[in-house]
Structures are given as structure tokens and as C-alpha cells.
């Protein structure tokens, strides 16, 4: 039955830990009882007895997901059903190897992950994050004016706006969301009380910065919403400057929904302003989206794509192409960048432009990342194996990956597995996980460039602040960005792949030029001195088959520069 270790201490909150292991129980206790009350229940029927009686005290709940009588999955799923419980956010304590699990247990309304073995600070900050989030959230709705930033409260802001949509109906309005991107990254580094007074700013000046603003709510922590007169023509030049002068670093987005329809509910035309959002998230040249009924057909198309990612995996739906990168001085292949494609049983051919975005949004693409690099150690041994010659190879990690402390050990024990040396897997790194806090992603990169493995820089020049982590990270090469090269073609000079190719000489690292399209790019280049050329005038990513064909027989083109 549950029960509490201590006597309860009211000024602590209070978390209900359900986990059938004892000793995995009491470690927990151990660590949490000194900042909380922790209640325990040793499998899930006593953990929702439990969450019954306590509803009220508790703060979160910490759950296992294989237990017996009722296991993590169950005890998650009658948690959704009752509508009393839905603030109430459950942590769910994984084996790091499990990700499906993970995704499952998301889908049922988990609100977090930790991996076992617990470790102490990240499970600690987690909980903390979590808590400050929904407390933060359960006082907004309370409350008509949220003290913080003098906006409306929530549903004080949808009641107004369907008031006055109400009492001015054909007159045409817009609605103005606002979100700042990875919040609870930024306030993990900046802490509460600076970000709270970044959002009482925020909220100030995107108020000043909206024409005809007639209402602004605070509808979610570091989610705004605006009533706006309707405005004709591009009005979000004003929108520019808010965030810009150093306001913690952080990134704001806006996503507009223009002449809306009153009958339709609030809630879905911050929604569909939120839509517009969602398509810039990550994008970092953009800060405006405006809704349109694409969106909805887009939504409708990610929906499916969400629906069927897992069973993709399992499917083998997805494939890896092979492009090569072309050795320049040697003149023949030097290595390929594996990219993955996607053919899905009902929409067909999919661009990784469209899935990947929407994967590193809802944490898939560790799973795809990890099944790709499979798949490309599973080559590499083939073409031991069976004679061909064998080229370093290429995988991408998205950022999410880097959140992972084992991530190197987990790269190097799937290398082993298939005995592949570890200098034929390259990791190429974008630029935006380069850039994203740092210390963690430098930490494992040097890890994982101890371990033999060649670390490159992907998209280099793309726009994200890479200059420092050149300096900062263990990195063996710098792929240059296609617009790079594309600049070149348009001013006619090549001065930035110069520079660039001047930098990366001076940090000891190799350089790799992508999208490499016509036989004069590919000859300037070689000029400048870049080490391995990839792109469509050597070769289009190319299907196993087709790749193994090129190792054997080289580009057509390999004379003409
Ligand atoms: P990226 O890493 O910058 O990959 C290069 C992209 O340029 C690929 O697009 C490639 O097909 C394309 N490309 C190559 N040569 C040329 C050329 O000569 N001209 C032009 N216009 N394009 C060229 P793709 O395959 O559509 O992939 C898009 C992005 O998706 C990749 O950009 C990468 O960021 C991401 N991606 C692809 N596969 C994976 C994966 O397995 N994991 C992760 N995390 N991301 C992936
Ligand atoms: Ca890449
Ligand atoms: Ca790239």
C-alpha cells in the first residue's frame, strides 16, 4: 500500500513514486525526500489508489512502466480517461534502450522521460522544470489578469474575444500568437526569475509593436495570444526588433491567422495561428507564419505520418541513399553521406525536409537517427564482407540526440556489434546542435572523437552562430552549406568558400562542399584547396545497389576538373 517514509512536512510538495522495484524505490526516495514528500505505491493499481486518494496533495508522479498487476502503459491510459487527473503530470522512468516505449508512452500523456540509472542532477532539474511549469499554468487560469505580464489570464482572454467578435460581427479581425522557442531550455540555463522578467518585457513590447491591439492574453507559460484589428499587407516589420537587442538570446516566433471566422471557438483560432507557428519552429531566418488552409491539409498529412512512424521502422519503410563525396586530390570517391528516404504505404514519397522537421519536434528522430546508423554499420560490414571497397560513411544526428549522456558509448557499442572501424563512421553535426548549449553537445563530441569516430560540421555558414564552436568542439571537418556555393555562382567570386576554406586550414580541419551542381563549381573549388566535393555533378544520393555499383566503377565525370 502506499505510504510515506517521513511524516509529511507541509511546506514540501509532494510526489507519488510507482515502481515495483524495491531497491529502485528506495534509491528514489532517497534522493527526493529531502526536497519532497514522496508517497510510493509498488505497482499500478496501488499507484492509482493512490493517485485517487492524494489527488489533490500531489505534484507529479514518477512512474515505472513494467510492472506486474498493472504496468506503466495501463496505469498512464486510465489516468487519461478521468478528466480530474489531467494536470497532473507523470514522469516515466525508462531503460535508456527503449525509446519505442517512450513514444507509446507520450502518446498516453506522459509528460517526461528519465532513464535508468537515475542521474541525480538531471532528475532533479527535471522534476523541478515540470513542477514550475504546471503550477505556473494551473495559477493562470485562476486568475483574470496574470500578474507577470498584465495580460489576460486564459480563459479571460478567450471569453473577451468572443464578446467582442460578438458585438462587432462583420468586422474583420486577426488573431497574433506568440511563443518563445525551447522555453524550458532557456530557462534551465537562465533560471525562473530571469525569464520571468524576459516574459513581462516580452509581453510589453509585442503589445507596443501590434497595430489596433484591442486584447492580449497570457494563454499558455510563455505562450501569448492577441486580438488585433485586421490589417491589409505585411505589417510585421514592427515585430522585428522585439526580441532582438539581447532579451536572454532567446528566439521568438509569431504565427497569424488573418480575417477570422467569429463562429468558430477561440481556442481553435489560437490553434490555428499556433499551426502557423509550428512551421517555423527551429527555422532560423524566420520569425512570422500566417495561417492558410494548407496548414490544415499539412496537419492533416503530419498527423499520418506521426500515425505511422513507428510501424515504419519496424516495416523497413525507411531507406538509406548513399551520396558520395568526392576526393580531390585522389580524384575518386573519398566517402558518402547517408540520407535517409521515406516511402510511406499511403502518401508515398516523402522528403526528409517534411519528416525530419516534424521528428526532431516530437523526439522521434533519436529512433530514426539510431536505426539509420544501423543500417549504415550493417552496409559497412557488406561491403567488407563481401569485397567491395569500403569508404567512410556519414550519419546525421539531429540535436535531440546530444540530450542523451550515453549517446557516445551507445554509437561505439553499435559500431563493435557489426566490428566496424570507428573511422569509417563519421557523424555530420548541424549547426543549430552545434549551437545549442554547448557545454553538453562539446562534452560528448569530444567523447566520441576520443573514440576514433570523425566528427564533422555540417551546414557550416547556413546562419546559426558556428564561429565559437569551432574553437569550442572536437570537430575533424567543416562542411560548407550549399549557399555558400550558391552565393559564389551569383557574385561570380568565391570569396566566402575562400574564407571559409581559409578558416577551416587554420583549425587543422578538412573541408567538404555540398551541393556541388556544375563542373565550374567543382574547378573553383578544387582551386581553393577543399579536400572532398559532394553534390549532384558527381552523383545524386544513390539507393545501396546503385552505390555499391559507383564504389566499384567511380563517377563518369572524374577527369573533367
Ligand atoms: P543535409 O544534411 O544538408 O543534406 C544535404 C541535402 O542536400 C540532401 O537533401 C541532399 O539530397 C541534397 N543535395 C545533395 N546534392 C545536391 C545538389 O547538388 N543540389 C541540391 N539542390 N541539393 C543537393 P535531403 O536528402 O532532402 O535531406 C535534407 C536534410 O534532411 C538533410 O540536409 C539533413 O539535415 C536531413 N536528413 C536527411 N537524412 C537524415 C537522417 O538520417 N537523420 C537526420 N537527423 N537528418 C537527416
Ligand atoms: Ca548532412
Ligand atoms: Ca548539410
Redesign the pocket.
Known sequence: MPSTTEPKNATKLTILVVEDNEMNREILVDLLSDDYNVLEADNGLTGLAAMEAHADELSVILLDVYMPECNGFEFLERKRRDPRYDSLPVIVMTASSTVTDEIRCLQLGASDFISKPYNTEVMKNRIQSIIRLRSASSMLHRLERDKLTGLFSKEFFFEGVKAELAAHLGEPYDIVVSDVEHFRRVIDRYGEERCDAFLATLAERITKALPDMILGGRIDYDVFAFLIRHQDGDWTASLDAVAEDGLIGASVKYGIMTGIDPHLPVSTLCDRAGMALNKIRGQYNARVAWYNEDLLKNQLRDHIIVEGMQDAISRHE?Q??Y?PKHDVRKNRIGGA?????WTHPVLGFI???IF?PL??RNGF?TS??RY?MEEVCIELKRCREEGLPTVPIS????RM?FDNPKLADEIAAMADKYGVDHNLLHI?L?ESAAGDDPKSVAALLKQMHDAGFVIEL??FGSGYSALASLFTLSLDVM?M??SIIRHAAQASNYSLARYAIMLAECMKLKTVA????TVDQASALKVLGCDYI????YS??LPREEFEKYLVEGPRNATAI
Open positions: 525507411f538509406v541513399y551520396q553521406e547517408a540520407l535517409v528516404r522528403s526528409p525536409g525530419i521528428f526532431e528522430i530514426l537517427d539509420i550519419v546525421n544526428l539531429s540526440n555530420e548541424t555540417d551546414d562542411k552549406d550549399m555540398e551541393g556541388v551542381e559532394q553534390g549532384n555533378y545524386k544520393p
